[in-house]
């Protein structure tokens, strides 16, 4: 296993646009002032995509903007655990949305169970599931009158293993699995695909603290020994905007790991 986490890295990763592949779709990206987010929002602007981005951070989608003055973003500040601010993202998309990616997210403190608090718990499970759950049902209800539409939720390695990261955590990212695959055998038979990708360590601006010195002394060697190199957000958004695109037209309830390899570890 040492041997696999300092194996040398791949060949640098080359951004390959696809020109016209969002043509005439508009698509809502959450957690769109960042990180992975961001990095899902510029792609699809770029290959042609009318962008709903959403994110807490004004700051955050104002700089979005400026950075990419050429692009078609429409910004929204809100916070997607509450419903008057889903209501305010899907009413600035025109109320017709194909595309949906659900990337907003936070960390908890890598606390074991008996540790948790009730504070954490809700936070991370206000954003990750909740909120999830409620962007997912105000846009989804949307695409089964349309006929048609595409949903990519955002899991992470902590939704298909148990030591990537504290209970909290890890459990949310379980109950985004469980969406994912429940809500792609719902809405099949009515041309609407919905699949999760999970990815590994990801360079984002995502705060991730050990508060847990339990946490930290069970969790901490595991993930020195076998985590791959941490990938750019414009990897995992490849990934993410493929699963979203008309390339995959069968590719529905799959949950597909874009982390360096860790999963097969």
Same mark, same amino acid.
């Given at each position: ?21 969002? @043509? ?14 961001? %990095?899902?929002?510029?792609?699809? %602007? ?169 946490? %930290? ?14 990938? @750019? ?33």
């Amino acid at each position: 296993m040492s041997d696999i986490a300092t194996a040398p890295q791949g060949p640098e990763f080359v951004e390959k646009i696809v020109p016209g592949r969002f @043509e005439g779709k508009t698509a809502i990206v959450t957690g769109a002032g960042s990180g992975i987010g961001k %990095a899902v929002a510029i792609r699809i %602007a770029r290959e042609g995509g009318r962008v709903v981005a959403a994110d807490w951070s004004a700051d955050r989608l104002e700089e979005l903007k400026s950075e990419h003055p050429d692009l078609a973003f429409v910004t929204v500040n809100g916070d997607i655990s509450q419903e008057a601010d889903v209501t305010r993202i899907v009413v600035a998309a025109g109320l017709v949305v194909d595309c949906l990616a659900n990337v907003a997210g936070i960390m908890d403190e890598f606390q074991p169970i008996h540790e948790v608090t009730d504070a954490i718990w809700e936070k991370v499970f206000a954003v990750n599931v909740t909120g999830m759950m409620r962007m997912s049902r105000a846009v989804i209800g949307l695409m089964v009158a349309a006929g048609k539409g595409t949903v990519v939720n955002v899991a992470s390695e902590a939704g298909i293993r148990g030591s990537a990261a504290g209970t909290a955590y890890t459990a949310s990212k379980h109950a985004v699995v469980g969406m994912t695959l429940s809500s792609s055998v719902m809405y099949a038979p009515l041309g609407i695909r919905v699949n999760a990708v999970a990815p590994g360590g990801t360079k984002t601006n995502i705060v991730a603290n050990f508060s847990s010195q339990m946490g %930290a002394e069970r969790l901490g060697p595991l993930m020195q020994v076998v985590l791959p190199p941490a990938a @750019e957000a414009a990897e995992l958004a490849a990934a993410i905007t493929f699963l979203l695109s008309d390339d995959s037209p069968n590719i529905t309830g799959v949950v597909l790991p874009s982390d360096g390899g860790w999963s097969a570890i």
